[in-house]
Structure formats: C-alpha cells, structure tokens
C-alpha cells in the first residue's frame, strides 16, 4: 500500500498518474461518488471520511495489497467550530496514520514536487 | 539561481528570502519587489516591519502591486531581485476594482515564470495555505487554487525549491546559496 497526503492543490494525482502510471481507469474519485475498494487509487479519500463523519460510521480501509491512498492534508488549520468538520479532521488524522502505518511508501507533495517520507 | 520559498505564517521566509537574494546578487544589483498594495493601518504596519527588517541590507524598493512584469521597466534585469510575496500580487490581480478575476491565476502564473526566466537571480516568496479543514467560500477557494498553481508553476521552472519552518529550511529541490 502507498499513501500520498499533502495539502489541497500540490499535485498529489499528476503524481500518483505519471510517476506511478495509474490509468484513469484505476482511479476511483471519492468526492464525486461513493468508495470503490475495487480500484486501485483511492483519491480524496479525505472526501469518503467526511461522509464518514458526517454519519459517524467507521470507515474503511483499503483491501488491495498494491493501493493508493491520495489524501489532502486538513490537519494544520485552527480547531473548527462546526462539530461535524472537527469529526472530520480527527478522523482524517486518525485514519492516515494508521494507514501510514500499514503503507510501505508515504510521500508528500509540495508544490508538485515529491518527498519520500517513508520508505 | 532561481528560488522558491513558501512555508507558514511568521516563520522567517522573507528574512532567509532577503540573506539569499543578497547572496545570489554579489556585486549586481539587488532589487525587491513590493507586492503588496496597503489598504489599512495594519498592512502599512506591515510593511513597515518588512521595510526595517531589509533596512541597510542594499535592496533598492520596487512597488508593484500589478502587472509584474513592468517591474522590468528601467532596471539591469541581470540583477538580484526578491518578490514578496506571490500571495499579495494574485491578490491584487484577481480582487480588483469591485470584480473578481478567475482568470488571474493562469495570467500571474505565465507572468511569474517569464519574470524568473528574465532576470539574472531570483527569490519568489509564497505562503502555504493548502492544509487546514476549514471549507471556503467559492471566491477563497478559487484563489487557493489560483496560488497553488503559481506555486507549481514557479516550483517547475526554478532551481531550489524550500519550505520555511520556524526559520528551518526544508529543501524539497536543489540546494541553498548560503
């Protein structure tokens, strides 16, 4: 498993496509529906956990040994004042770093430029 | 050497930013360029603690809170030249005279790269605001969105790329010049 967090807007797809060579095909997009283990890149993942939160659900975690978790970091800002978006960023927080646990490769990106931070 | 900075709030980028590009000039001239346009008492404090903290350092001020590329406009492009910041440029260039431009974050992204591809040296500073959770309005998001690609933009085309934290430099591409 892989993990690739970094903020909103660093490059974390462009990445995941062409360093990786993750077709499209292999891309589920959490924001824009529901979580699909099946494919091989779980993007905004972040977006599966506010749902997550929002219906104070445990989430899950990816199956496939060869996954690719593609997550914004949302941990950095001031404590949120609505309850649910709290939920949210504890959640996130949690997750990842159970998921960094279990991942072989952790990368960050930065202005579209990776930094191997584990592995 | 082209440079990249970005980093949090308040933790030394400008400063580094400033040590680099008086480095970067040795015996050119080194010039910085003032992005931001003061709307209230607190920017203009603002300023004045960047203007004091660069004072006697040999930085001749350039004002220019728009159209950066006029900045060029009589002076020795072969010099040293420090931006700060991108953030308060897209800003001006995108939220002005009662409108909102969308397109300002491809237009200051093209002009940024021609400016660094012009000049001898240079040191960009941005500011890293991509991750916390708080969900924006439409406006703030595109702006985000906007610097964020200011920032590819400029990580792509230059030679060293830091984040700043609490004065530490993390080196995410090529080396310091200090």
Not at chain 1, 9 to 29: M, N, R
Not at chain 2, 109 to 132: H, M, P, Q
Not at chain 2, 145 to 169: F, H, K, M, S
Request: hydrophobic residues 35%; contains cysteine; negative net charge.
């Amino acid at each position: 498993m892989e993990l690739i967090i970094g903020g909103a807007y660093q490059g974390k797809l462009t990445y995941a496509k062409t360093v990786l060579g993750i077709p499209e095909s292999e891309v589920c997009d959490c924001g824009a529906g529901d979580i699909d283990l099946s494919r091989r890149c779980l993007y905004h993942y972040e977006q599966y956990l506010y749902r997550c939160a929002e219906r104070d659900e445990a989430p899950v975690l990816p199956t496939r040994p060869d996954a690719v978790v593609i997550a914004d970091d949302v941990s950095c800002g001031v404590v949120p004042m609505d309850s649910v978006v709290r939920a949210w960023r504890e959640l996130c927080g949690r997750t990842l770093t159970a998921i960094a646990l279990q991942s072989e490769t952790v990368t960050r990106l930065y202005c579209g430029i990776p930094k191997r931070l584990k592995g | 050497m082209k440079m990249l900075f970005s980093g949090g709030c308040k933790n030394g980028k400008s400063t580094t930013a400033e040590d680099c590009a008086r480095v970067l000039a040795g015996d050119r001239p080194l010039y910085y360029l003032a992005t931001m346009i003061p709307h209230d008492e607190e920017d203009r404090a603002r300023i004045a603690r960047h203007v004091q903290s660069r004072a006697g350092k040999g930085f001749t001020t350039i004002e220019c809170g728009r159209h950066i590329l006029d900045a060029l406009e009589g002076v020795d492009a072969s010099g040293s030249f420090l931006l700060d910041a991108v953030t308060s440029l897209l800003n001006n260039e995108m939220f002005h005279d009662g409108i909102v431009d969308f397109e300002a974050g491809e237009r200051v992204a093209g002009e940024l790269c021609r400016l660094c591809d012009r000049v001898g040296s240079i040191v960009f500073v941005s500011d890293y605001i991509y991750s916390d959770a708080e969900r924006y309005d439409d406006f703030t998001e595109n702006y985000r969105q906007a610097l964020a690609l200011c920032d590819r933009e400029l990580a792509r085309v230059c030679d060293t790329v830091v984040e700043i934290n609490y004065g530490i430099p993390i080196l995410y591409k090529g080396e310091l010049p200090l």
